[in-house]
C-alpha cells in the first residue's frame, strides 16, 4: 500500500511538472492511465506515427479511420486535429479504462470521435473478460472505412486472433482503403532463430516466436511468410513491409509497418 501511494505520488508530480512546461494538454491522460500503452513517451510517438500515417498510408483528412486497439488515445490525439468531415475516427480497445478515458474527453471535435469497449479475454491486457476474441466481428458495417491502423496490437495477438482480425479488418474496409500496421516479423536468418528472448514454443504455437512463455501475448513475432498467406487469403494486397529496429536493423520505427490494401 505505501508502495503503491508513493508511486501515485510520483506519477501525479512528474504529471503537474508536464503541465507546468506545457507537455501535457486535454488529449494527454494522466500517466497512472496511459503507463499501459508501454514505455515510450506517449505525445512523441503520437508524433512520430503521424507521420507515419501520411506518409505511409496517405492518410487524409477526409478519411474515415478505425483504429484497432486504440488504448487511450495516443494515435487519436494526433488525428484530432487532422480529421474534418466527411472524416471520422472510430476505435475499440479490451481496457476498459482507456475507453472511459477517452469517451469522457474527446467531445467537440472537428470530425466525431467515438470509442467502444470490447470486454475480450487477453492474457496480458484483459485476463478476465468475457469472451474470447478469435470469433469477434468488429462492431461495424461492411466496407465503413478508408484506413484501419492497429499499432502495437498483432505483436500481442496469437495466430488464431491476429487472423481474424486481418479477415475483420478486410472485411470493414471500403475498395480501396488501406491498412496500416505494426509487427515483429521472422524472415530469413530471424525466422530460423529468432532474436532473443523471443523463442519458439513448439508446434501448437504455429508461426510465431513469443518472448514469455508464461504470458504469450506479451509479445509475439510472426513469420513473414504467414502474414503475406493469410493477407492474401482474405483479399488484402501487401502494398510494402517497412522494417523496423527491434531485431537490430537500422530503421526509423521500433515495429515492422506493414502496408496493406482492399481491391
Avoid: K
Wanted: aromatic share 10%.
Amino acid at each position: 500500500m505505501i508502495a503503491r501511494a508513493a508511486q501515485s505520488l510520483r506519477l501525479r508530480a512528474a504529471d503537474a511538472a508536464d503541465t507546468l512546461r506545457g507537455r501535457r494538454d486535454a488529449l494527454t491522460p494522466p500517466r497512472r492511465l496511459a503507463g499501459y500503452v508501454g514505455d515510450s513517451d506517449f505525445r512523441a510517438t503520437g508524433a512520430e506515427f503521424l507521420a507515419y500515417f501520411r506518409d505511409l498510408a496517405g492518410l487524409a483528412a477526409g478519411d474515415r479511420v478505425l483504429e484497432v486497439g486504440c488504448g487511450i488515445g495516443r494515435m487519436a490525439r494526433v488525428l484530432a486535429p487532422v480529421l474534418c468531415p466527411p472524416g471520422s475516427y472510430d476505435g475499440f480497445d479490451v481496457v476498459a479504462s482507456g475507453i472511459d478515458w477517452c469517451r469522457v474527453h474527446y467531445v467537440g471535435t472537428a470530425a466525431p470521435f467515438r470509442f467502444v469497449h470490447a470486454d475480450l479475454r487477453n492474457a496480458a491486457y484483459n485476463p478476465n473478460g468475457r469472451r474470447a476474441a478469435d470469433d469477434y466481428r468488429f462492431p461495424y458495417n461492411d466496407g465503413s472505412f478508408d484506413l484501419v491502423l492497429a499499432t502495437s496490437v498483432f505483436t500481442h495477438l496469437l495466430p488464431p486472433i491476429a487472423d481474424r482480425y486481418l479477415s475483420e479488418a478486410a472485411r470493414v474496409l471500403a475498395p480501396g482503403g488501406r491498412v496500416f500496421a505494426t509487427w515483429l516479423l521472422l524472415s530469413g536468418e530471424r525466422r530460423a532463430a529468432p532474436p532473443p528472448p523471443f523463442r519458439r514454443l513448439g508446434a501448437g504455437f504455429g508461426p510465431v516466436a513469443v518472448a514469455d512463455p508464461a504470458v504469450p501475448e506479451a509479445a509475439v513475432a510472426y513469420d513473414e511468410e504467414w502474414l503475406c498467406e493469410r493477407l492474401a487469403a482474405v483479399g488484402l494486397t501487401l502494398g510494402a513491409i517497412h522494417p523496423g529496429t527491434w531485431a537490430g536493423r537500422a530503421a526509423a520505427s521500433h515495429q515492422d509497418i506493414v502496408i496493406a490494401r482492399r481491391g
